[in-house]
């Protein structure tokens, strides 16, 4: 059984020169996920050709998580299990006797990690699903501006990813709100606003169960 995830919030920026990429996540746990499963297509999948000709815009995708099954090795343990026998031989023209001794060494397997029907992925593997809100903002309304930012325009999405895909269309509203109520501070250094999203989501999800996870921030 694939172990309970709690909603996560990750902004993804467009880099002039390197395209998308994910700039942070608000909470660590997110952040080892995507390494653990290898999101290195989640910042395409968030920030969509085209977003940036609106001034808001939606994207929907879902991520592989494997579960926390680890590989094991094939052979994680080796007993050896020795069969000594003692040749006894006479020589010719002396009463000597020579010994040899045999060692047979068996290899012990540990049991193939669990496989899904695929057989390619552990049992434990299951979808994630992700919604990302686009939004941009003018760079000269910046209170901040950093040494990156060399466009006209800043671009960034706030993605939620859960283990549900349940009320996506009130999530769709309320991600909405967050995201322009983020950029309207014109300051990107203050993520207050997305932690208490964040917040939200983890109060939702332990209260009214996984089915509404996704549902409310």
Request: net charge negative.
């Amino acid at each position: 059984m694939a172990t309970p995830i709690a909603p996560q919030v990750v902004v993804v920026d467009f880099h002039h020169a390197r395209g998308p990429e994910v700039e942070f996540w608000v909470e660590p746990v997110g952040e080892n996920l995507a390494k653990n499963n290898d999101w290195s297509l989640l910042p395409f999948m968030a920030l969509s050709d085209g977003a940036h000709a609106m001034l808001e815009d939606f994207s929907y995708f879902a991520l592989l998580d494997k579960g926390d099954v680890s590989p094991t090795p094939a052979v994680d343990k080796i007993s050896a299990d020795v069969d000594t026998t003692s040749v006894t031989k006479d020589a010719e023209s002396q009463n000597d006797q020579s010994t040899t001794t045999t060692t047979t060494t068996k290899e012990t397997q540990s049991p193939p990690m669990p496989r899904g029907k695929g057989g390619d992925l552990p049992a434990t593997a299951t979808s994630l699903f992700g919604i990302a809100c686009t939004r941009q903002i003018k760079s000269d309304r910046l209170k901040r501006r950093s040494a990156s930012v060399t466009r006209s325009t800043v671009q960034k999405a706030v993605v939620v990813i859960s283990q549900t895909a349940r009320g996506m269309g009130e999530l769709r509203e309320r991600l909405g709100v967050v995201t322009a109520a983020w950029f309207a501070q014109e300051d990107f250094s203050d993520i207050t606003i997305l932690k208490v999203c964040l917040d939200g989501l983890d109060e939702v999800s332990d209260a009214q169960g996984p089915d509404r996870r996704i549902g409310a921030l």
